[in-house]
Nanobody
Framework: QVQLVESGGGSVQAGGSLRLSCTASEYIYTMSWFRQAHGKEREGVAVISESGIIFYADSVKGRFTMSRDNTKNTLYLQMNGLKPEDTARYYC?????????????????WGQGTQVTVSS
């Protein structure tokens, strides 16, 4: 059973930055970030495939940057230019497939999440 542990959430003002981290208990091919705002469905933010291809949701493109360090089994999400609408609980997800999309159903393993709150 793969364990995913997120960190790095917090509260910032609009325009600020945060960096999220997700450390996996072992190397896993495809990893992603999702978020879920209060009362809304979970939505995909970004995904990185086993080959290193990254795909971003339109809502974060140009502001968020995903990266991974395979030597540390760690996934990162650098979030710049944060907006109040980015407020949500952010989840790391992973699957032993070479590639997956941004649908929650594509993922097997999930972290507990870390809260990001952006005030105006």
């Amino acid at each position: 059973q793969v364990q995913l542990v997120e960190s790095g959430g917090g509260s910032v003002q609009a325009g600020g930055s945060l960096r999220l981290s997700c450390t996996a208990s072992e190397y896993i091919y495809t990893m992603s970030w999702f978020r879920q705002a209060h009362g809304k469905e979970r939505e995909g933010v970004a995904v990185i495939s086993e080959s290193g291809i990254i795909f971003y949701a339109d809502s974060v493109k140009g502001r968020f940057t995903m990266s991974r360090d395979n030597t540390k089994n760690t996934l990162y999400l650098q979030m710049n230019g944060l907006k109040p609408e980015d407020t949500a609980r952010y989840y790391c997800a992973a699957v032993f497939n070479n590639y997956a999309g941004l649908s929650p159903k594509d993922y097997t393993y999930w972290g507990q999440g870390t809260q990001v709150t952006v005030s105006s």
